[in-house]
């Protein structure tokens, strides 16, 4: 019997069907029976007055791998609406251990280094596999809207010969009897890849040995890269953050509607276009609304960012905010002044639900002014010559962003851990599993 | 004036058009004169026999950035069937050194080192674009056809705390005072998230700190992953590794048409189903066809490689071949032996011309039989605890394989050197560009 998947099960009431899965509960409540089936996309219930048939399960664990024919039965005791009658029971893989978490019960209750000790086994409870979902999906609609806006996928080395952006905080490691680096991130690389193909993308991981043990840090994440050449100035960059963030959220409400409502989430309206704020006046806004006078300081502090979260929602109904124009002395050295007011920058950091999610904005793109920018920053020029290639044979004025992909999750769920996004978290006291 | 791409030229006969791009190329033919833009995606011509025309290039050299106007006409002159007349030019970004290619010619000329050292200007020449553009389709047809069939992407870490397969050539690197090791393929976390989402794939960077020094190796490479459970057998996995390069392939004739022609590269035909060899009858066949007599030896040699790639070409029409069955002793620990002779494994080579091309197979499931191949390998339990974890708790039967996306390409394009495939190879003594 052709064995279905139990999201398909709907299509099939009134016939008996054949499902395999995870065993992911047995109860015998007396006069009635329940197993509860999981597969790789939902659960289904089966249900027997008749003891004997589930005779097969004596002596087996839960998880153990199983599979299951039965009568597909419209009902209102399930959530589903549908369960099975009339169950056959094989075990396929047997289970004997004992279950180090209850995976059974609709919230997985555990402590987060417990969670992430077993997140071999965590990663099976419906809760967490929907924010795995939820990632594929974010991924997904990030490169179908940039492949339909004639973007090129790259893939961009990860062993550099030097710290991507001249900081200290990159791993080192042994390279043939030299060193090498893991890349930070693949800025100087999708620039260059705009004097290939002028708009390219990159979904892959990223690696930053900060030492912050805190809530919102991890060593290796998953990084949404994006660069485009022939634009306007940050705006444009801006633009198609509107046009990503639009598409990521349409394809979780397309694809992952259970995993939405398994997590109580509801999208957010990505508004067109997103509002903005320039960094100055941003600054006047927290020292008029909350009297803090931040405005001799050259960045955003949690806090401001997000008092600015809360007025971006009450004044513009909106989620999401840019903040325009950061004080070129906290941005790295490629990037692009503002031409009018060059102690400001074209580029911008965009809050979600007042924590900053993504940064981007306009790059230089004439090689003498990058000869400048290393000079002022004390940065050798011969450690960026490949770099300054792509300048020095003609670059347009180009700029692009990056989304941290379990920074969008965390923000998205409401989770208090970055850690609880990511499959297998790295900090600086986990390798493992 | 909106700025229209080269590949939308064919729409605007008769109209005035604007594009951007790079000054691939001006000839000065005395009556004449020729200028070539090349923009992210392809190439026009324009003419004129106004010489004033030109003047904005003076003094302005090749690979400048430029802005282009002129009216679209139909013509015999060129390969596109179309150029611009009347064009008017302004200078967005001059250059005015030397290049040290030459990238205006149909084909790029140079020494592999200097193609190399040069990559950032080279990777701008149509004929580095294209391969570039084949991996991309590839990539995209690869994920297209799994997501169909409801696979889930994941996204898996590369900082491990172990060498993944117990072997010796790994990247090691400073860990916050301690250690970690670098990836040398996901194959441990896709078998674990089979336990959660049953299919799994993954496209991402895999580390290989061989130190070999040949055309056909380099260190990092792009690794297209797959593995999927409730698998009957290894049979179960080559005919999606069939669906996969079929979908590989079509993608790249619907979406690189022109990079095709410009390789000069017809797509093989992927038969369904792939014509297979047992590993045993493989070393029968080319001891009686070829008098060689390798029967005793575990593993296929290149030779023997690409002897049964003329054959199945010769007997089957195909450029492709399983080989199935190798011995348990070439295959790592986790592999499955053959049931009905455990001497041999469920496990597969897929030749494609002759070459290995992608390895794949069954792989153990039950807790107790991974218990005994690391007692039998000679590894000690506790260093793969995590990776158990997902056996203890009940694992069905499953399977996956992987396809190194360079070597995909260096096969298909008939390329001397695995590193002209990738955008910035990594060697022994290569990590920059």
């Not at 009018?340 to 924590?355: E, K, V």
């Not at 300048?391 to 923000?411: C, D, K, N, T, V």
Request: zero cysteines.
């Amino acid at each position: 019997m052709k064995r279905i998947r139990t999201t398909e099960v709907a299509h099939h009431v009134g016939q008996r069907v054949y499902l395999q899965g995870w065993l992911q509960n047995v109860r015998r409540l007396g006069g009635v029976n329940f197993v509860l089936l999981r597969d790789g996309w939902g659960t289904i219930q089966a249900v027997t007055e008749a003891a004997v048939d589930l005779e097969p399960l004596a002596g087996v664990g839960l998880e153990s791998v199983i599979g299951l024919t039965g009568v597909v039965v419209a009902t209102t005791q399930t959530a589903a609406g549908l369960e099975l009658h009339q169950p056959q029971i094989e075990v396929i893989t047997p289970v004997t251990a004992e279950l180090p978490l209850t995976l059974h019960k609709p919230t997985l209750v555990a402590t987060l280094p417990v969670l992430l000790d077993q997140a071999v086994l965590a990663n099976r409870h419906p809760i967490r596999r929907a924010i795995f979902r939820l990632a594929a999906a974010a991924m997904a609609g990030f490169r179908q809207a940039l492949q339909a806006r004639h973007f090129t996928e790259i893939q961009s080395p990860k062993l550099v010969a030097s710290a991507t952006e001249g900081g200290a905080n990159v791993f080192r490691l042994d390279y043939f009897g030299g060193e090498a680096f893991l890349a930070q991130s693949p800025q100087f690389y999708k620039q260059i890849m705009v004097s290939v193909f002028e708009r390219v993308y990159e979904v892959g991981p990223v690696f930053r040995a900060e030492p912050h043990d805190t809530s919102r840090h991890i060593n290796e994440y998953v990084s949404l890269d994006v660069e485009l050449g022939f634009i306007e100035d940050h705006f444009t960059v801006m633009e198609l953050v509107q046009v990503l963030l639009a598409a990521i959220m349409k394809q979780m409400a397309q694809t992952a509607v259970t995993d939405l409502h398994l997590l109580d989430v509801t999208l957010p309206v990505v508004p067109q276009p997103i509002p903005h704020i320039h960094f100055r006046e941003a600054k006047e806004l927290v020292w008029q609304q909350h009297g803090l006078d931040g405005r001799a300081e050259p960045d955003l502090s949690p806090q401001e960012e997000r008092w600015l979260g809360e007025w971006a929602k009450a004044e513009h109904g909106s989620d999401f905010l840019f903040v325009t124009g950061y004080p070129m002395t906290k941005r790295p050295f490629y990037t692009h002044p503002d031409p009018a007011d060059p102690i400001y920058s074209n580029s911008f950091d965009l809050l979600f639900r007042g924590l900053e999610l993504i940064t981007g904005g306009q790059r230089l793109h004439r090689y003498q002014d990058y000869q400048a920018a290393l000079t002022q920053a004390g940065l050798p020029e011969a450690a960026f010559s490949h770099y300054l290639d792509a300048f020095r044979y003609g670059m347009p004025p180009h700029g692009g962003f990056a989304i941290g992909l379990e920074r969008l999750l965390m923000q998205l769920l409401g989770v208090s851990n970055l850690r609880l996004t990511t499959l297998f978290p790295r900090d600086q006291t986990r390798l493992a599993p």
